[in-house]
């Protein structure tokens, strides 16, 4: 059955804007007509693809109002789009606002039931939904959804224990393991970003407080006290200025590179040696599952769903989270036995492509919604 799909998503760099826009592009590819409809073009969408269609929404000034009201402009056009084109279903990721404006869209298409699906990510529960003055509206767009999937197992017993919700489905993230592969020539651009033939630690994120960027720097200075090697930032936000002065104050700049946002991950990851994610919390992980599938061993918490990602001894390493001594310890373990990376390499490469390949889970959505219009 091929359907009619309204995707909203946040545009922008983060884990939730990125797996739908991946998802959009490979149900567009498997033949359904999808619509993506947000305030700006994921960044994903950068070029043209067959049986995608991108809505933006207008964001149109009033002088009543101090901030132009997106949730209630993006249910306008929600409804408008739902109406012209003839969708079967809404897809929104993230909660806050994607679930209410759905809602709002589906009470006012008249003409027919149109289902709405939420996909949870992980702050829209564990930090934004869990706030006192947006838990009741969150809660509230849970509820109403027609359909509601987590990306772990984690975030699902915890939406189920926080919002009552029984029947929230796992489907985990994917990666496109074709895209997110180990570089045929080995070396990549190494020569550039460790001159010395140093290993290559690095740390992939949007640079907020969640990712503890400090505790990144402070496993690369026990290791270099060790050993000579390179730390590499790729991505960019609100802590990163902070991150570039403590490496300055502490005299780390000569051994620290600060790229910025980055879209040929893969390239770059075929320079490292160990991905460094100390965060305090992840609900699934994606840039784990990205390292793993171009064969980099990753040093983790152990918090949320990266033990679902990360097999701790296997594909990599998890530690108490702020334990930055054992963290470091696990790095140097892996950069200074060879056949350790290597095995774990592969390991994460046969781990991602089993279990997380987007061609085995995107038929999983497929069924999924196919499910939900049944009902």
Same mark, same amino acid.
């Given at each position: 059955?091929?359907?009619?799909?309204?995707?909203?998503?946040?545009?922008?760099?983060?884990?939730?804007?990125?797996?739908?826009?991946?998802?959009?592009?490979?149900?567009?590819?498997?033949?359904?007509?999808?619509?993506?409809?947000?305030?700006?073009?994921?960044?994903?969408?950068?070029?043209?693809?067959?049986?995608?269609?991108?809505?933006?929404?207008?964001?149109?000034?009033?002088?009543?109002?101090?901030?132009?009201?997106?949730?209630?402009?993006?249910?306008?056009?929600?409804?408008?789009?739902?109406?012209?084109?003839?969708?079967?279903?809404?897809?929104?990721?993230?909660?806050?606002?994607?679930?209410?404006?759905?809602?709002?869209?589906?009470?006012?298409?008249?003409?027919?039931?149109?289902?709405?699906?939420?996909?949870?990510?992980?702050?829209?529960?564990?930090?934004?939904?869990?706030?006192?003055?947006?838990?009741?509206?969150?809660?509230?767009?849970?509820?109403?959804?027609?359909?509601?999937?987590?990306?772990?197992?984690?975030?699902?017993?915890?939406?189920?224990?926080?919002?009552?919700?029984?029947?929230?489905?796992?489907?985990?993230?994917?990666?496109?393991?074709?895209?997110?592969?180990?570089?045929?020539?080995?070396?990549?651009?190494? *020569?550039?970003?460790?001159?010395? !033939?140093?290993?290559? +630690?690095?740390?992939? /994120?949007?640079?907020? #407080? =969640?990712?503890?960027?400090?505790?990144?720097?402070?496993?690369?200075?026990?290791?270099?006290?060790?050993?000579?090697?390179?730390?590499?930032?790729?991505?960019?936000?609100?802590?990163?200025?902070?991150?570039?002065?403590?490496?300055?104050?502490?005299?780390?700049?000569?051994?620290?590179?600060?790229?910025?946002?980055?879209?040929?991950?893969?390239?770059?990851?075929?320079?490292?040696?160990?991905?460094?994610?100390? *965060?305090?919390?992840?609900?699934? !992980?994606?840039?784990? +599952?990205?390292?793993? /599938?171009?064969?980099? #061993? =990753?040093?983790?918490?152990?918090?949320?769903?990266?033990?679902?990602?990360?097999?701790?001894?296997?594909?990599?390493?998890?530690?108490?989270?702020?334990?930055?001594?054992?963290?470091?310890?696990?790095?140097?373990?892996?950069?200074?036995?060879?056949?350790?990376?290597?095995?774990?390499?592969?390991?994460?490469?046969?781990?991602?492509?089993?279990?997380?390949?987007?061609?085995?889970?995107?038929?999983?959505?497929?069924?999924?919604?196919?499910?939900?219009?049944?009902?």
């Amino acid at each position: 059955m091929k359907l009619k799909i309204g995707i909203t998503c946040y545009p922008t760099y983060g884990g939730s804007g990125v797996i739908a826009t991946e998802l959009g592009k490979e149900l567009a590819h498997a033949g359904h007509e999808i619509h993506f409809v947000s305030y700006a073009q994921p960044i994903r969408l950068d070029k043209f693809y067959e049986r995608i269609f991108f809505h933006e929404v207008d964001m149109v000034p009033y002088p009543l109002f101090e901030y132009p009201p997106y949730d209630l402009a993006l249910a306008a056009k929600m409804t408008e789009i739902a109406k012209y084109k003839r969708l079967d279903l809404f897809h929104v990721h993230y909660a806050l606002p994607h679930a209410i404006s759905a809602y709002l869209a589906k009470s006012m298409v008249e003409d027919r039931d149109i289902k709405v699906i939420t996909t949870l990510h992980g702050t829209d529960i564990t930090m934004v939904g869990m706030d006192r003055s947006y838990f009741p509206i969150t809660k509230f767009g849970i509820k109403k959804s027609d359909g509601v999937t987590a990306v772990s197992k984690y975030l699902q017993l915890l939406t189920q224990s926080q919002v009552g919700r029984n029947d929230v489905e796992v489907i985990p993230n994917f990666v496109d393991t074709d895209f997110f592969k180990k570089p045929l020539n080995g070396e990549c651009r190494r *020569s550039v970003i460790a001159p010395g !033939g140093e290993p290559v +630690l690095l740390h992939v /994120s949007n640079f907020r #407080p =969640v990712k503890r960027i400090i505790n990144v720097i402070e496993i690369f200075q026990r290791v270099l006290a060790e050993t000579p090697c390179r730390l590499v930032f790729a991505g960019d936000g609100p802590e990163r200025s902070i991150a570039e002065r403590y490496c300055y104050d502490n005299k780390l700049t000569e051994h620290v590179l600060f790229l910025g946002k980055q879209d040929n991950l893969p390239d770059l990851m075929g320079c490292a040696d160990v991905l460094l994610l100390p *965060s305090e919390l992840e609900s699934f !992980g994606l840039v784990a +599952l990205e390292a793993m /599938s171009c064969e980099v #061993p =990753v040093v983790a918490t152990l918090v949320g769903g990266l033990p679902e990602v990360v097999l701790h001894g296997e594909t990599g390493y998890l530690a108490n989270l702020g334990d930055v001594d054992r963290m470091a310890e696990y790095a140097l373990e892996i950069i200074q036995n060879p056949g350790l990376h290597i095995r774990m390499g592969q390991e994460g490469r046969r781990r991602a492509v089993e279990l997380f390949d987007q061609r085995k889970i995107v038929p999983v959505y497929e069924n999924f919604y196919e499910r939900v219009l049944a009902r």
